[in-house]
Every structure is written in C-alpha cells, then in structure tokens.
C-alpha cells in the first residue's frame, strides 16, 4: 500500500486504496453524458484510470472506442470482460508511453488532484503526447468545496452510502481524506491523499503540460474540456 493510501472491506484492495469489489456495484452518475455531450460521436477515447469499467461500459454503449488504461490487474480483468471490444492496457498512468494518439483523452476521478505533485504532472503530460493536435482532453476535478463540506453524505442511484467523513491536511498542501462505501451487506472505506487545485492553479498546471482549457463542461466546474496549445 502507498504512503497515506488505505482501503478496508472485502475482496481485492489496489494500492491505493480501491476496492475492486467495491467500485464494481457502484453505480454510474452523469458522466457519461457529460463526455458523450462534449466529444465527437463514435471518437476512440484514451481513457486513463478506467478501474473496473464502471464509466468504460456506458461509454462502449453510446458507440465510442475505448483503450482502457489502468495500472491494477484485478480492475481490468473486469475491464476485460466489458462487451464492446474494450482493448486494456496495464501500466501507471504517469508512465504510459503508446505510440499512438487518441481524439480523446480522459482522466476522471479526480486523478488531477493526486497527492503529489511529480505523480500530476506526469499524468498531464500522458494526456498532452497522446491526444492528437486537433483532439481534446477531459479531465474531472473536484468541486470548490470537496475539501471543506466535510462531513458529508450521498446515496447513488445503486443505493450505496457514500460519506467523506474527514479532510485533514497533513503537509504540502496535501489532504488526507477518508471515505465510507455502505451498502446493505458489505462496508468498504479509502483512505487518500489529495491536492486541492483553485481553477487558477488547475489552470497553471495545464499549461506546464501544454494545455489550456477550451470550455468547463458542467456549472460546478468539476468537467472541462482542455486541448493543446499553439
């Protein structure tokens, strides 16, 4: 397990802190339509950090290609399995180097915020070399007030209990947070360490990639649509 990473509960537990099991009852929210509403039809996305599939499988539903990257064996075994022809590549995302470029490149669940920094700008710049001059990338962050409306809860569609129960800074600018999945028979937590980003810094961190942001996708912020710069 990574320093300050933790999860609980039962069946496989990726090292940082994901319950395989877990993520794959999760329900799905309104990403999907989020990124179908923002990308050419039938695009082959890149998507980065897909886990279990849970945002893969809607996304091969709509008629979009998908190369899913993740770096747990145990989360793209369920990948793998998804209908639709979902190719699956295994590495961390900071250090993915295909020799290809995608219409579109994502990275979701708040990734942008990792912990560190080096771990950060290492992502951006995957996104940067493997979307296509003319493509775009999605990236969602977290809301102004993740780190701040604690504690909290809400019940996703699935009927899972989702709580923040805590934020605490431990150095850096770096965040501990702890989260509770409860569901009717089972209980998992995750532990995690996050970075909050103002848009001013989320904006700065960007450009150190060669990106800009071309539109903020959704009211709160928390979706945006980037492309490359010059």
């Not at 990473?5 to 989020?34: Q, S």
């Not at 560190?116 to 102004?144: K, N, W, Y």
């Not at 600018?173 to 937590?189: I, K």
């Amino acid at each position: 397990m990574r320093e300050g990473y933790e999860g609980t509960g039962p069946g496989a537990i990726t090292p940082d802190g994901c319950a395989v099991d877990m993520y794959a009852r999760l329900a799905v929210g309104d990403e999907p339509d989020v990124i179908a509403g923002a990308v050419p039809p039938g695009a082959h996305i890149l998507e980065l950090g897909s886990g279990v599939g849970r945002v893969t499988r809607p996304l091969l539903e709509r008629g979009f290609r998908v190369t899913a990257v993740d770096e747990s064996a145990e989360m793209l075994e369920k990948v793998a399995a998804l209908d639709g022809g979902v190719r699956t590549v295994r590495s961390p995302i900071e250090r993915l180097d295909l020799d290809e470029k995608f219409a579109v490149v994502m990275l979701a669940s708040f990734l942008v915020h990792t912990g560190d920094a080096a771990v950060r700008r290492g992502m951006l710049r995957v996104c940067r070399s493997h979307v296509t001059d003319g493509g775009c990338v999605l990236i969602q962050r977290q809301s102004e007030d993740y780190h701040t409306n604690v504690p909290r809860e809400r019940v996703d569609s699935g009927g899972c209990t989702i709580r923040i129960v805590s934020s605490e800074p431990v150095g850096d600018g770096v965040n501990e947070v702890r989260a509770e999945y409860v569901f009717p028979d089972a209980v998992w937590t995750q532990t995690f360490r996050a970075r909050p980003l103002t848009r001013s810094q989320f904006e700065d961190a960007l450009a150190e990639a060669g990106l800009k942001v071309d539109k903020y996708l959704t009211d709160d912020g928390t979706w945006v649509r980037a492309v490359p710069m010059g």
